[in-house]
């Protein structure tokens, strides 16, 4: 069992072409974006400091709709990088995610 954990993620990293995204991410983000709307306004110029972006799929459409802030996305999970700099590859507003 670990060892097709592990082949999966050799397959997957080196065939990766798109980033990976999360249903859940997508199910939620307009909830969490009507949320953030009433603490933030789109002209507001703040940094956001993101912890457990995951895949960078809320990264990218709160980024998108927040212009005016930074964003600085982190993820433990060093595996996920990757996939939020694709998400996020023309955003000039966010910063390269750390560990």
Request: with cysteine.
């Amino acid at each position: 069992m670990l060892f097709r954990y592990f082949k999966f993620l050799i397959n997957y990293t080196i065939k990766m072409t798109e980033p990976r995204c999360y249903p859940s991410a997508t199910r939620n983000e307009k909830p969490i974006l009507e949320v953030l709307k009433q603490f933030l306004g789109s002209t507001d110029k703040i940094k956001v400091f993101e912890v457990a972006a995951g895949t960078g799929q809320h990264t990218k459409a709160f980024s998108s709709y927040f212009t005016c802030a930074k964003w600085e996305p982190t993820e433990l999970d060093e595996t996920l990088l990757e996939d939020i700099k694709m998400h996020c590859k023309n955003l000039k507003n966010v910063l390269t995610p750390q560990v």
